[in-house]
Nanobody, 115 residues
Framework: QVQVVESGGGLVQPGGSLRLSCAAS????????MGWYRQAPGKEREMVAD???????NYARSASGRFTISGDNARIAMYLDMNNLKPEDTAVYYC?????????WGKGTLVTVSS
């Protein structure tokens, strides 16, 4: 059974930094895409950044220049380094892994940016 687990959320002040981690397990993943999505209260889920298993990255405009996504193929893991956080970054952040037409989701980790 595939499991996707996020960690690293929490409360941070505006301008602060946070690192989110994600790990997937349960099968042998190859040629996959891992992504970070977020959903703020009252809003739809949106893509933040994603990374392919060969290292290609893609960022939403809101994340570009402030967030950095990275991956570890050996561990089927992914990270999101978030800098200069703003109150509008407050959301539940979800990790996903897309493989052979299937998308698996984690349960999410809450990031709150507030003074």
């Amino acid at each position: 059974q595939v499991q996707v687990v996020e960690s690293g959320g929490g409360l941070v002040q505006p301008g602060g930094s946070l690192r989110l981690s994600c790990a997937a397990s349960g099968r042998a993943f190859r040629n996959y895409i891992m992504g970070w999505y977020r959903q703020a209260p009252g809003k739809e889920r949106e893509m933040v950044a994603d990374i392919t298993s060969d290292g290609r990255t893609n960022y939403a405009r809101s994340a570009s220049g402030r967030f950095t996504i990275s991956g570890d193929n050996a561990r089927i893991a992914m990270y999101l380094d978030m800098n200069n956080l703003k109150p509008e970054d407050t959301a539940v952040y979800y990790c996903s892994i897309m493989y052979i037409g299937m998308t698996y989701w984690g349960k999410g980790t809450l990031v709150t940016v507030s003074s």
